[in-house]
C-alpha cells in the first residue's frame, strides 16, 4: 500500500455524498425514511468505534488509549462548538431553519464530522497493509445519510445545487488528502496507531451522540433503534469475517 492508495481509498469513502446529494431530492418527502437511514449509519460507526478504532485489546497499551479516546472527545467536542457558534450547527438537520443556517459554517462542520474517519482510514492503510473492509464500509455508508441532511441544510439556506456538488467534491478531496496524511503520518515519523485511531474514536462517538444519533431517533421514531442495531451488526460482521 503507498500514500496514492490511501488518497484513493479516502476520496472513495467520502464519495458516498454524491449519493446523499442525488438521494435528497426522492426523500425530502420522507423525513422517517431519512432518520431510518441516518440510524443505519449511526450503527456502522459504532460498530466502527467497537471493533476498530478501541478493541478491549488496545487497552494492553496502557493509560495512554483511555487520554487519547478523551482527548479525542473534548477536541471534536470543543470544535463542534466553534463551528456551531458560526452556523453550522443545523448541517445534520433534516429540517433546518434557513434564517439560521451560514453555508460555509456547515461545510467546515461537515468536514469536521468526517475527519476522524478518513485520517484513520490512512493510518489502517499504513499499519495494516491492506484496507479494512468494514471500517471503509462504516464510513462510505454513514456519508449517504450525512450528504443527504446536508444536502437539505444547504439547500435551505439558499445555496444553489452546483455550489452544493462543488462543496462535497471539496470536502472529499480534503477527506483524500487527510486519508494520505494518515499514511504518511504512520509510516515515516512511526506514528503509534492504538493512540491515533482511540483519539479518532473519541471525536466519533461524540458526533454521533451530540448530532447523527439525536437526528435520527428524531425522525425515524422507535424503529431507529432496531435499524441502528442492523447497521451495527452487519459492521460488526464484516470486520469479523476479515479478521
Not at 446523499?20 to 418527502?29: E, I, N, R, S
Not at 499504513?126 to 443527504?148: E, R, Y
Amino acid at each position: 500500500m503507498s500514500a496514492g492508495a490511501a488518497l484513493l481509498w479516502g476520496g472513495f469513502a467520502s464519495s458516498s455524498l454524491f449519493l446523499g446529494q442525488a438521494l435528497a431530492t426522492p426523500l425530502a418527502g420522507s423525513k422517517k425514511a431519512i432518520g431510518l437511514m441516518m440510524g443505519f449509519g449511526a450503527g456502522t460507526l459504532l460498530s466502527a468505534v467497537a471493533y476498530q478504532l478501541v478493541p478491549e485489546v488496545s487497552f494492553q497499551h496502557g493509560d495512554g488509549v483511555g487520554v487519547a479516546f478523551a482527548l479525542g472527545a473534548i477536541t471534536y467536542y470543543t470544535a463542534d462548538r466553534i463551528v456551531d457558534s458560526e452556523g453550522g450547527d443545523n448541517r445534520q438537520r433534516v429540517d433546518s431553519e434557513p434564517a439560521t443556517d451560514a453555508p460555509w459554517a456547515m461545510f467546515i462542520g461537515a468536514l469536521l464530522d468526517g475527519l476522524p474517519e478518513s485520517f484513520v482510514l490512512g493510518i489502517t492503510l499504513a499499519f495494516g497493509g491492506t484496507i479494512n473492509v468494514a471500517f471503509l464500509a462504516a464510513v462510505f455508508v454513514s456519508n449517504i445519510p450525512q450528504g443527504v441532511a446536508g444536502t437539505n441544510s444547504l439547500r435551505a439556506a439558499g445555496v444553489p445545487d452546483r455550489r452544493v456538488t462543488r462543496g462535497w467534491l471539496l470536502l472529499t478531496l480534503a477527506s483524500a488528502l487527510l486519508a494520505a496524511l494518515g499514511f504518511v503520518l504512520a509510516e515515516h515519523l512511526r506514528l503509534e496507531g492504538v493512540y491515533a485511531e482511540a483519539f479518532a474514536g473519541g471525536a466519533v462517538l461524540t458526533m454521533l451522540a451530540d448530532s447523527m444519533m439525536p437526528e435520527a431517533f428524531r425522525h425515524g421514531g422507535r424503529s431507529v433503534g432496531l435499524i441502528t442495531v442492523l447497521g451495527y451488526f452487519v459492521a460488526a460482521a464484516l470486520a469479523v469475517a476479515q479478521q
